[in-house]
T-cell receptor, first 116, second 113 residues
Framework: GAGVSQSPSNKVTEKGKDVELRCDPISGHTALYWYRQSLGQGLEFLIY????????KSGLPSDRFSAERTGGSVSTLTIQRTQQEDSAVYLC??????????????FGEGSWLTVV | QQQVKQSPQSLIVQKGGISIINCAYENTAFDYFPWYQQFPGKGPALLIAIRPDVSEKKEGRFTISFNKSAKQFSLHIMDSQPGDSATYFCAASLSGGYNKLIFGAGTRLAVHP
């Protein structure tokens, strides 16, 4: 596809359940990011992947959150034992590999997660 | 030190007016300052960006003004239109490394006809 694709677009889950959110970056983009946006709030960095380098996990809020990227393309963000405070929009983004200038980061439309 | 502070939280402007959104940062290692526009139900999209070696960048009705000594930058939307009604986020990125963006809290702009 032409843009960053995320699924599901909406997910309602019960507290304590695990959820998986999927991101398909723009073809050829080697950098992939996950951000979280709570209602009416800014974007909170979660994790970054670049090629075969070790991911930057510094933004993950707890050990219930994890992410992987298979084959340098598709990424899955997993939230275990979901809590109500995990309710947010989870945004995936991608960009070309960092060069001598800043490459535009393109965002998907997000996965809206509601924990009830 | 990693924060980017954005104001105002919300802004109402009449059609044809000028919308001004301000951001401030502390970390002088930031070297890239983009603005993103987000419509309801959509992901943020890059609007305009500036590097600290210039004081102003203009693209159509959108202008970034950058004050390196004050560690502030602002977005000006000239001749604001109802279609500009959206949430605007400023962001900053550290020198070296990769594009990890630190975002401000956002400004919800409403342009009334």
């Amino acid at each position: 596809g032409a843009g960053v694709s995320q699924s599901p677009s909406n997910k309602v889950t019960e507290k304590g359940k695990d959820v998986e959110l999927r991101c398909d970056p723009i073809s050829g983009h080697t950098a992939l990011y996950w951000y979280r946006q709570s209602l009416g709030q800014g974007l909170e960095f979660l994790i970054y992947f670049q090629g075969n380098s070790a991911p930057d996990k510094s933004g993950l809020p707890s050990d219930r959150f994890s992410a992987e990227r298979t084959g340098g393309s598709v990424s899955t963000l997993t939230i275990q034992r979901t809590q109500q405070e995990d309710s947010a929009v989870y945004l995936c983004a991608s960009s070309l590999r960092q060069g001598s200038y800043r490459n535009t980061i393109y965002f998907g439309e997000g996965s809206w997660l509601t924990v009830v | 030190q990693q924060q980017v502070k954005q104001s105002p939280q919300s802004l109402i402007v009449q059609k044809g007016g000028i919308s001004i959104i301000n951001c401030a940062y502390e970390n002088t290692a930031f070297d890239y300052f983009p603005w993103y526009q987000q419509f309801p139900g959509k992901g943020p999209a890059l609007l305009i960006a500036i590097r600290p070696d210039v004081s102003e960048k203009k693209e159509g009705r959108f202008t970034i003004s950058f004050n390196k000594s004050a560690k502030q930058f602002s977005l000006h939307i000239m001749d604001s239109q109802p279609g500009d009604s959206a949430t605007y986020f400023c962001a900053a990125s550290l020198s070296g490394g990769y594009n990890k963006l630190i975002f401000g809290a956002g400004t919800r702009l409403a342009v009334h006809p």
